[in-house]
């Protein structure tokens, strides 16, 4: 299951309001923010806007940072950097996770086990968020390093051919390439007929392994759907199972420009200007490929943060609640 930051603040912030007996609906969570001279939550806010606001309520400050769209980038060496970046900081969030964790531990060793409804909550932001981003982000930066193996392949079929001008194997080419790409397209080629197959080549998610698959609700694929749909990514739910496919519109593209290139499929010569213009159009899928996981990257990068803060935040939360108590039993 997914976590749910929202659960999480609602539960803290009922047992200040209501001295340890937490509220059981968002109806009563407004209900109690108003007796508490608050403004209601909005409920068309995602978690991350909800939990937001609940801290602010609660005079908590929370800085974000924006997101940074310069960040994103094609050059390999530049996402390599980001992928570096990102393992990086998704470590100082397990150590963060662990740090909250043995507060909660603390807390509810000392007698007070209401903490550990909070806890359950924490673990959910850990497994149901962090974790699962996690699994997209390794899977599509691998589906981005096949990408890149593949379109490498393209110099091994081509030639010096006569009079100046390149050899190019185009069928070659293609069935080299799709060895890496039909795991992840749900087809594969037969090694006949490449004009059938390449020329009108599309992937097949209802056979494909999907980068990842999360059981989870019909607002959990909402979620999911919004983050990625558009991105370089697509997102499908069925059966409470939300599957997350690489968009593999650029695959086709390039397909499509080696098909429609004027070598014949057992390979013959071409003028170099017309290979230039071939490895420029097979490029700029290939970027636009690289762009995407480096958008996704940079998004991690961003949600990861926002949720150190928020656990961090959470953490002071059971500090306050613990001085709270103390507060209730000195009375």
């Known amino acids: 299951m997914m976590m749910d930051t929202f659960s999480l603040t609602s539960y803290a ?3 200040l309001l209501k001295g340890g007996k937490p509220v059981e609906s968002q109806t009563q969570v407004n209900t109690s923010v108003r007796d ?18 609940h801290f ?12 940074q769209e310069r960040a994103v980038s094609s050059d390999i060496e530049r996402l390599n950097d980001q992928i570096k970046d990102v393992k990086r900081r998704s470590k100082r969030a397990v150590d963060r996770y662990n740090q909250a964790s043995r507060h909660i531990a603390d807390a509810v060793v000392d007698g007070r086990p209401h903490v550990q409804g909070i806890s359950n909550l924490i673990e959910n932001i850990h497994s149901g968020y962090q974790k699962k981003y996690g699994e997209v982000v390794k899977a599509s930066t691998q589906y981005m390093q096949d990408v890149n193996t593949a379109v490498g392949k393209m110099s091994q079929y081509i030639t010096a ?31 006949s007929d490449p004009g059938a197959y390449f020329g009108g080549w599309s992937a097949d998610f ?9 059981k989870g609700t019909q607002e959990e694929f909402e979620f999911w759907d919004k983050k990625l749909s558009g991105q ?13 496919y690489p968009d593999m519109k650029p695959i086709a593209e390039m397909y499509y420009s080696v098909t429609h290139s004027s070598a014949t499929w057992n390979g013959s010569d071409i003028m170099s200007q017309e290979l230039q213009s071939l490895q420029t159009a097979i490029d700029a899928q290939k970027n636009a490929v690289n ?20 656990v961090q935040l959470l953490i002071q939360l059971i500090k306050d609640l ?8 000195n009375m």
Do not use: C, W
């Open 291 to 310: 762009s995407s996981v480096s958008r996704l990257l940079e998004t991690f990068r961003q949600d990861n943060s926002h949720f150190e803060t928020l």
């Open 36 to 53: 508490a001279g608050l403004s209601p939550l909005d409920a068309q806010g995602d978690v991350y806007q909800q939990a937001t606001q």
């Open 13 to 15: 912030h009922s047992l």
């Open 232 to 244: 370089g990514f697509i997102v499908e739910y069925k059966n409470n199972e939300i599957k997350i």
């Open 322 to 329: 613990n001085q709270n108590n103390n507060s209730l039993i």
């Open 161 to 191: 051919g006569s009079d100046g001008k390149i050899q190019l194997k185009p069928e070659a080419l293609l069935q080299d390439m799709d060895k890496m790409i039909s795991k992840y397209s749900g087809k594969s080629y037969s090694g």
């Open 206 to 214: 209802s056979n494909a392994t999907p980068l990842t698959a999360i």
């Open 56 to 67: 602010q309520q609660l005079g908590y400050d929370v800085a974000l940072e924006p997101y």
